[in-house]
């Protein structure tokens, strides 16, 4: 007997990275770069539930990112750091431009934040430099 793969079990292939954003994942994307995190993740969500292959996973892992950002913002040290960690699972699956995410920036971005974020610790969240927020780079459709 044969079990089948979740989507997030299947590692990505070349061909997940081609074709198109949905408007969903777009509308994430653009409401991330606004700084509207949990609306971001609220429209990532969506493409990413309306997605059934393994490039749901791609949406997931941005979605994870704004929600870093997010609890860095309301200076929640500890869910910053849980969220960080967990979004390494599906970022780190992708090449460094998938569907026209640039991946690979956004990993980078992310890891400043957050070594940024471990160098003042939780008691000096105040002073987090937000400039440091970066938006997803992406070209639409």
């Not at 490039?55 to 704004?66: M, N």
Request: with cysteine.
């Amino acid at each position: 007997m044969q079990v089948s793969k979740s989507p997030a079990q299947i590692p990505p292939q070349p061909q997940d990275c081609e074709g198109f954003l949905p408007l969903k994942a777009v509308e994430g994307l653009e409401l991330f770069n606004r700084g509207h995190y949990w609306e971001a993740h609220e429209a990532l969500e969506a493409a990413w539930r309306a997605e059934t292959g393994p490039v749901r996973e791609l949406y997931r892992g941005v979605l994870q990112a704004g929600v870093v950002y997010l609890h860095i913002t309301r200076q929640n040290y500890a869910g910053a750091m849980k969220v960080y960690h967990r979004s390494q699972k599906w970022l780190t699956l992708w090449p460094d431009i998938c569907r026209g995410i640039a991946i690979g920036q956004l990993q980078k971005d992310l890891k400043n934040a957050i070594l940024e974020m471990q160098a003042l610790g939780p008691d000096r969240m105040a002073e987090f430099d937000l400039s440091l927020l970066k938006p997803v780079v992406y070209e639409a459709n």
